[in-house]
């Protein structure tokens, strides 16, 4: 079971919390003396990596470059944090670079689950595909697709897209597949938990046969596993999952009177380290937001309810430390990096240990130091347990009040409060276009609908 540790990483300092990040992963490979020109990365890319302070591959990196820059098929399974998104951008722009696109037929494509793990990857691979010549675009629901369209009339090499609005932009003649050589998938065990992968079954049909896939998931069974089969050929197979490399995290169990939930909620979100809250449901978000405002903690939502205007001026204040906590459901627990959150509350325990896995790897990205805590009611007490062991963790539980004090030593001093709901901490609350199950029912024309005639 992990230590107690008194220091969190610097949550208020995202450069420091940065340069933590790249000092924990160089003492990870140092002693083998890894570099990404050794692994066949070419000078340009290495150059691009190093304008961005990046000198020492991950371990998944160092697992998978060789073997994707050869071309081969890789089945990779790498928790999140575990830095996959370059494993997979580097070999796309450097295998990509020197080719010719044609309008609306991309070249490379990644797969991804929601909006902003796809944001996420196209900040990761814009400079690297700036430094070899190529260009890219991000498709994604909730936004306009006119500005998508055009970035595909202009001749995107590299398309990172939501199923379902890639799809609906085919089916609009806007897009076409029949170009790709390289494909990848990335969180392949939340597209299968979001119902993706019907429709992530037709696109990869659509692609060459002959060309290279990517396949990256925190797990590799079921759903996943039969999906591998059936796109990949020969893959390269490669799992990081060594001790070594796995953060160090706290975990706390508390269990609360219903009555006290929000009041201990508010006293851990107090204090001056970044927080991520997650509640199981969308109204859950919101209420939980405009409690901790009254109490002075200036936080916002992050929930498909808002619009992707709201939900990235959201993550965007959270990221730049302009507020301190930021309340979510799943949506956030996959894919969103962060740099500097020092502590994860599930104020609604998740409903089974894969979401408490992916919600937890929020905080202790990279090697760093992180907390987590729980908060259940007597009642729940029998379902967390059994989460938690198939989670494989131990929490350090304890029976807390407002008052107790173990709050106090798991939030560290408080910050200074903030004016009530100060903006951009209350988003616009405006639904935006469906997204997950919605999204894949919207593109149902394209699985083999015949399209209604009115």
Do not use: W
Not at 74 to 96: N, V
Not at 153 to 164: H, N
Not at 383 to 394: D, H, I, N, P, W
């Amino acid at each position: 079971m992990p230590t107690e540790k008194s220091a969190i990483t610097p949550a208020g300092n995202p450069r420091a919390a940065r340069q933590q990040r790249r000092r924990q992963h160089r003492e990870l490979v140092s002693a083998t003396d890894v570099t990404f020109a050794g692994l066949g990365v070419p000078a340009p890319l290495v150059a691009a990596l190093a304008e961005t302070g990046i000198a020492v591959p991950f371990p998944i990196q160092a697992a998978t470059l060789p073997d994707a820059l050869a071309g081969r098929d890789i089945l990779g399974r790498a928790q999140t944090g575990s830095g996959k998104t370059l494993g997979f951008c580097l070999p796309l722009a450097a295998r990509l670079a020197g080719g010719y696109t044609l309008a609306c037929r991309p070249r490379g494509l990644v797969l991804v689950p929601t909006r902003e793990l796809a944001a996420q990857v196209q900040a990761v691979l814009l400079p690297l595909a700036r430094a070899v010549g190529l260009s890219t675009a991000v498709i994604f629901g909730g936004t306009s697709q006119n500005p998508q369209v055009a970035a595909l009339r202009d001749r995107a090499d590299i398309v990172v897209a939501c199923p379902g609005r890639l799809a609906d932009l085919i089916e609009q003649g806007h897009c076409h597949l029949g170009d790709v050589e390289i494909a990848v998938l990335d969180e392949a065990d939340h597209m299968a938990d979001l119902g993706f992968l019907p429709v992530v079954r037709r696109l990869l049909d659509t692609t060459p046969r002959e060309g290279q896939r990517l396949l990256f998931s925190a797990t590799l069974d079921g759903a996943v596993d039969v999906l591998a089969r059936r796109f990949l050929s020969q893959p390269a197979r490669h799992s990081v999952d060594a001790v070594s490399a796995r953060p160090e995290i706290t975990h706390h169990l508390l269990t609360v009177m219903p009555a006290d939930r929000v009041n201990v909620l508010a006293t851990l979100a107090s204090g001056e380290s970044r927080v991520l809250i997650f509640t199981r449901t969308k109204h859950g978000a919101r209420k939980l937001a405009r409690n901790l405002a009254r109490a002075g903690t200036a936080v916002a939502e992050l929930h498909g309810d808002l619009t992707q205007g709201a939900r990235t001026r959201n993550l965007a204040a959270f990221a730049s430390g302009e507020i301190r906590a930021l309340v979510a459901t799943d949506i956030a627990a996959r894919g969103i990096h962060v740099d500097g959150i020092g502590l994860v509350i599930h104020a609604d325990p998740p409903a089974e240990h894969k979401a408490y896995v992916h919600r937890s790897g929020r905080t202790a990205r990279g090697g760093a130091e992180g907390t987590v805590v729980t908060v259940q009611t007597a009642a729940q007490a029998a379902e967390v347990r059994t989460l938690m062991c198939k989670a494989g963790v131990s929490p350090q539980a304890v029976v807390a009040d407002p008052g107790s004090a173990v709050l106090r030593s798991i939030a560290g001093p408080p910050a200074k409060r903030t004016a009530q709901m100060a903006a951009p901490a209350r988003p616009v609350l405006v639904s935006g276009q469906a997204t997950g199950r919605g999204a894949v029912a919207a593109s149902g024309a394209f699985r083999g609908r015949r399209p209604r005639r009115g």
